[in-house]
């Protein structure tokens, strides 16, 4: 073919190919929601496990300054646990 002569594709072939891009494209967006989604995820993990060091430590100091027990935290009273609810002598 000379450089001068053109022909065209098929329209069909031309919407194939534009279907495919268009579903490729698709396909790319996804796959790179789908690294930040699993970045994003091991980055809660990590932050989740950091907080159950965390809460360890605090039930530690906890147990050690008052003892086994209960705390309402709404009010900040502490139950130890073991001692005897007061009786209601009626």
């Given at each position: ?29 996804e796959l790179g929601t789908i690294t930040l ?15 159950e060091v965390s809460m360890k430590d605090v ?32």
């Open positions: 073919m000379s450089s001068s002569s053109t022909t065209h594709v098929t329209k069909e072939l031309i919407d194939t190919v534009k279907q495919l891009q268009s579903s490729m494209e698709a396909i790319k967006s989604i699993e970045s994003r995820k091991a980055k809660l993990i990590a932050s989740f496990e950091e907080a039930r530690e100091k906890i147990y050690k300054d008052y003892g086994d027990g209960t705390i309402d935290l709404n009010t900040g009273e502490f139950t130890p646990n073991g001692v005897p609810e007061a009786e209601i002598v009626e």
